[in-house]
């Protein structure tokens, strides 16, 4: 970790608007218990996301592939890294029938970086989304990919299936982005965006993280850029730190804040912004489509 973010005074105590009640209701007892009885992999679940009852509920629910190892290190992240086991060419099909068990309506898909593999995971994110559309042809998808290196077969791969939305996140400012993603680039992840749309993905959509050290006008610039690569969605949500090892959180952005970045969005032309601290890259995603 960089010496000057361990220095620093990490805010004590988290402010009452990022409590979270616990998830309730009928749809989500059922789908837990689905989860719980055949052993299902959700990012809903694994991540403890403060959304859960909420997204369950409306049927939407997110998926992991390429297992749970990441060949990248980001700041931010507390998924492991290291090196990934060999790819489950089952996957695509155990996943489809997950889908198909808790019956979701609206299916997220994400994955850790495979940067160790030639195709960088993307057969598997192809073979993944055929699968899905075979054994649940009402579902719709958001696929939240990772950059692929910017090499333009392995996003071709995701063109080809066309998900209703497809998702990369840029996580945060242009200057934060070597210490928070250490092997990203802020240029590859616009080009990324920009080539998708180009290649006629219906909607595509990214996400930034907040309470790192940012500045608004900063914040603002990354929603400007991302404009100018046709991006349709936005989700902006507050950075938690996932352990003392991770980059600590500088400032705990207020909901009035926030609100501003809503408002700021949409004059800038966004179709969907999800501005909130308690927001999630698949926050709402079942509204995305749209």
């Known amino acids: 970790m960089n010496t000057v973010l361990e220095s620093n005074i990490i805010p004590t105590g988290k402010p009452k608007w990022l409590r979270v009640k616990l998830p309730t209701g009928k749809k989500y007892t059922e789908l837990r218990g689905l989860v719980d009885k055949y052993k299902l992999n959700t990012i809903c679940t694994s991540g403890s996301c403060p959304n859960m009852g909420e997204c ?5 629910a997110t998926f992991m592939i390429l297992g ?3 060949t990248r290190s980001c700041g931010f992240c507390g998924v492991k890294t290291g090196r990934p086991e060999t790819v489950d060419w089952d996957e695509p099909e155990k996943v489809a029938r997950s889908i198909k068990i808790m019956n979701i309506k609206h299916a ?3 994955s850790v970086d495979r940067d160790d593999i030639k195709d960088m995971g993307s057969i598997i994110w192809a073979e993944t989304i055929k699968a899905i559309r075979r054994m649940n042809p009402e579902t719709t998808l958001e696929t939240l990919i990772p950059d692929f290196q910017g090499v333009e077969r392995n996003l071709d791969r995701i063109v080809e299936v066309s998900p209703e939305v497809v998702s990369h996140n840029m996580e945060t400012v242009r200057r ?7 092997q990203a680039k802020y240029d590859r992840s616009l080009a990324v965006l920009k080539y998708l ?11 930034i993280m907040l309470g790192l050290g ?6 603002i610039q990354t929603m400007k850029d991302l404009r100018e690569a046709n991006v349709d969605i936005v ?13 600590p959180v500088k400032e705990f952005i207020t909901p009035e804040q926030f609100a501003k970045y809503e408002q700021i969005g949409k004059e800038l032309g966004f179709r969907h912004v999800e501005s909130g601290a308690l927001v999630r890259s698949s926050y709402h995603a079942q509204k995305h489509i749209l």
């Not at 934060?176 to 250490?182: G, Y």
């Not at 989700?235 to 980059?247: A, E, M, R, V």
């Open 176 to 182: 934060l982005t070597r210490e928070v993603r250490i």
């Open 108 to 110: 997220v898909i994400t």
């Open 214 to 219: 940012e500045t608004e006008e900063e914040v």
């Open 68 to 70: 749970n190892v990441c």
């Open 197 to 207: 749309k180009d290649q006629g993905i219906r909607r595509t959509k990214s996400g």
């Open 56 to 60: 369950w509920g409306d049927g939407t």
């Open 235 to 247: 989700t902006i949500g507050q950075y938690l730190q996932p352990s003392k090892k991770h980059l």
